[in-house]
C-alpha cells in the first residue's frame, strides 16, 4: 500500500510540475499575442516577449553556474574535463534556437541572426506563408528558394505580422489556420 500511494504522489507532483510549465508557456504566448512591435520609421521590429528573454537568460545563467560548479568539483576530484561538454553543449544549443527578432520594413522581411548574416526576403520574393501545426512558427517561404523565415510564437504582434505580409505582398498564399 504504501508503494501504491508514493506512485501516486510522485505521479501527482510529475502531473502538478507539467501543468504549471504549460500554464507558463500559454501565458507567454498569449502575452506575445497582446503586446505590439516596435516602430522605427518604418519598419517594425517584432521582438521575443519580455517574460521568454527571462526564462532564456535564467536558464543560461543557470547552466553557466551548473557548469562553473561541475568544473570546480571535477579539478577538486582531479577527473576529467569530458562532464562538461554536455552543459556547454546544451547552453550552445540553447543560445543557437532561441527567437530572433523579425523586422518588417518597405524593402522585406529581415530576421536578425548570430554569427551569421541576417536572412532577408524581398516583398516581391515572398511565396506564401505557412504554419507550423506542431510548433506555431509561422514560416515565410522565398519564390527563390531562399532562407524561409522562422516567425517564433514568442515573437510578439504575430497577426500584425500577417497584416502586414497581407498589405505589402499581394498575391502570397497565406495559411488560415489561426487567423487572429
Not at 518604418?42 to 521568454?52: G, I, S, W
Not at 518597405?106 to 551569421?116: K, V
Not at 515573437?155 to 497581407?166: P, Y
Amino acid at each position: 500500500m504504501r508503494e501504491f500511494l508514493g506512485a501516486v504522489l510522485a505521479l501527482s507532483l510529475w502531473v502538478g510540475f507539467y501543468v504549471c510549465v504549460n500554464a507558463f508557456f500559454s501565458s507567454i504566448k498569449s502575452s506575445a499575442l497582446r503586446q505590439q512591435p516596435r516602430e522605427d520609421g518604418a519598419a517594425l521590429e517584432f521582438f521575443p516577449t519580455a517574460r521568454m528573454q527571462f526564462l532564456i537568460r535564467l536558464v543560461l545563467a543557470l547552466l553557466a553556474a551548473f557548469g562553473a560548479l561541475l568544473s570546480i568539483a571535477t579539478h577538486k576530484e582531479g577527473g576529467t574535463f569530458y562532464a562538461l561538454l554536455i552543459p556547454a553543449s546544451v547552453f550552445l544549443l540553447i543560445s543557437l534556437v532561441r527567437p530572433v527578432s523579425v523586422v518588417v520594413d518597405d524593402h522585406g522581411i529581415r530576421q536578425r541572426r548570430w554569427f551569421l548574416p541576417d536572412r532577408e526576403i524581398r516583398w516581391q520574393d515572398v511565396a506564401s506563408v505557412a504554419y507550423g501545426t506542431n510548433t506555431g512558427t509561422t514560416y515565410v517561404l522565398s519564390k527563390n528558394g531562399g532562407p524561409k523565415i522562422r516567425f517564433s510564437i514568442f515573437l510578439v504582434g504575430r497577426a500584425r505580422f500577417k497584416h502586414e505580409i497581407r498589405a505589402r505582398a499581394r498575391d502570397v498564399d497565406i495559411y488560415s489556420e489561426d487567423d487572429d
